[in-house]
């Protein structure tokens, strides 16, 4: 059905593209959010012990039993706000079993740089195998720079792959990939745009919007970035720039986090499930084993990681989001770069504000795709109203796709609040619990609240008539996006 492909370098033809040819295969239907069963609000808080029977906990000696557990938790919970946990790991089991992976270390990048030079230092440092994932690779000096890496690792006998978005990545020339695949890479396009490259199957919306590397099954990095120009420099200090160019400048605002520990054998499972099912050329490397006590991480962060596909019954992202919100006790702060959330979650947002909760939105003043930006806004009043706090961005394009909730449950993702996120994409969250990473989050969301500007309900209501109409027509399509 078609809908919006959020990116930041896909010609605006090949977007139409994909609308005309997804409504020529006959999927010209409005389709629906995901499934949204909303536990019901008010429900006391579980005991320690309820909780570790409704989660598994995966460390570095496998699974945990049910007293490990219980004492994993405690652990966690004296971080501060160890109610808030149960409450929140409670919330999360309501659509179905929660796989937590204890002892790991949890790092925040923040933007282009910083994330480079960790993706760089990580790839560097790889002993056996490197499997990396993007919905865009740009050929540019920064992606010259990787495959370079990557070719190198291949010589020095390290097992690479590499998969792109086949739509994300149609601007870059194929000489790029081969020149990967000629120094021993195999590298695989996720649904290719043109049918005849994956006979008997062709969906041109089902998009891959993953952006992972993981080195050795031990250190991974995943959230919003892309390889792409957009992000060679910082966004923080930058000048205010004109749009529409401001749009295509460097310095977009985006985040990924760096974890080392068992996390990052989910995502290196969740790179070989893709590769396998896309059928991709090349043998999958060998799975690296454990490595020794000495090497092993001795971070103390329990993490989730939460993957989604419209193949998917239900949207687990979506699922996580919601059903957070609607546990939320004391805060929810969200920085999101494309927000057209649909009616459920808006409620939830809302009700949250309504009953006392701390809701801020850090949400974008530009983008590169406007429909979506004028769908957002036309929540405003309704979010105003409920007492929710809305700031937009000011000094850089906001890619950003982060949520902290109670200051207990972190995420850093690829996943937009929005219908072709939750229904079209596939996509990756890593979810931290505990204070301590939400501190973390917590400075970073004030960083950005400090670069945005505030959106006083009078002033809003005041608003052109010609923008509201916008919001209005972009609001009518919103699932199409």
């Known amino acids: 059905m078609p ?12 977007v139409l593209a994909m609308l005309l040819l997804a409504v020529l295969a006959g999927c ?9 069963d909303r536990p019901p609000p008010g429900r006391p808080t579980p005991s320690t012990g309820a909780v570790a029977s409704q989660v598994t906990v995966t460390g570095h000696r496998g699974r945990l039993q049910h007293d490990e557990r219980e004492q994993l938790l405690r652990r966690v919970g004296e971080q501060g706000s160890a109610s808030l946990v149960q409450r929140q790991l409670a919330a999360m089991s309501s659509f179905g079993e929660v796989d937590l992976h204890a002892g790991n270390e949890a790092r925040l990048l923040i933007d282009g740089p910083a994330t480079f030079a960790a993706m760089f230092e990580a790839i560097d440092k790889a002993r056996r195998t490197v499997l990396f994932e993007s919905y865009i690779i740009e050929d540019i000096a920064i992606s010259q720079r990787l495959a370079a890496l990557l070719a190198k690792k291949r010589a020095e006998g390290v097992q690479v792959l590499l998969i792109y978005d086949a739509l994300g990545s149609i601007g870059t020339d194929g000489s790029y990939f081969q020149s990967l695949r000629d120094a021993g890479v195999p590298t695989c396009a996720f649904n290719p ?8 199957y062709w969906d041109i919306t089902h998009r891959d919007h993953r952006k992972i590397l993981v080195v050795d099954r031990e250190v991974a990095i995943t959230g919003g970035i892309n390889i792409s120009a957009v992000y060679a420099t910082g966004s923080f200090g ?9 749009i295509k400048a460097e310095g977009w605002r985006d985040t990924q986090v760096q974890l080392r520990g068992p996390a990052a054998a ?10 396998a099912q896309q059928g991709c050329r090349g043998e999958l490397p060998p799975v690296p084993p454990k490595p020794p006590s000495a090497a092993r991480s001795t971070g103390q962060q ?6 989604s596909s419209p193949d998917d019954e239900f949207n687990r992202i979506y699922a996580l989001l919601l059903t957070a919100i609607d546990a939320s006790q004391r805060s929810v702060h969200l920085t999101m770069a494309y927000f ?3 009616q459920d979650m808006i409620d939830a947002l809302c009700e949250a504000a309504e009953r006392g909760v701390d809701v801020r939105l850090v949400l974008p003043s530009v983008s590169d795709f406007s429909p979506v930006l004028h769908a957002g806004r036309s929540y405003y009043e309704r979010l105003l109203k409920s007492g929710v706090k809305l700031y937009e961005l000011q000094d850089a394009v906001l890619h950003a796709k982060t949520a902290v909730i109670d200051g207990v449950v972190s995420t850093v993702g690829s996943s937009n609040m929005d219908w072709r996120s939750f229904s079209g994409n596939n996509e990756v969250n890593a979810v931290v619990i505990g204070e301590d990473f939400g501190d973390a989050m917590a400075r ?28 209005s027509l972009a609001r009518l399509f919103e699932a199409w996006w």
Do not use: H
């Not at 010209?28 to 949204?36: K, N, S």
């Not at 989910?266 to 590769?275: G, K, S």
């Not at 329990?302 to 993957?307: K, Q, Y």
């Open 238 to 246: 930058r000048q205010r720039r004109q749009a529409p160019e401001g």
């Open 193 to 200: 745009v043109n049918p005849i490259k994956r006979p008997g």
């Open 444 to 471: 970073m969301f004030q960083r950005d609240l400090e670069a945005s500007q505030a959106i006083e309900a009078a002033a809003w209501r005041k608003r052109p008539l010609f923008q509201r109409a916008k919001e």
């Open 302 to 307: 329990l993490m989730r990681i939460v993957p």
């Open 340 to 342: 057209a959330p649909g």
């Open 3 to 14: 809908r919006r492909t959020p990116c930041v370098s896909v010609p605006v033809a090949a």
């Open 28 to 36: 010209a239907i409005t389709p629906p959010m995901p499934r949204a």
């Open 266 to 275: 989910a995502l290196d499972d969740l790179v070989r499930e893709t590769w």
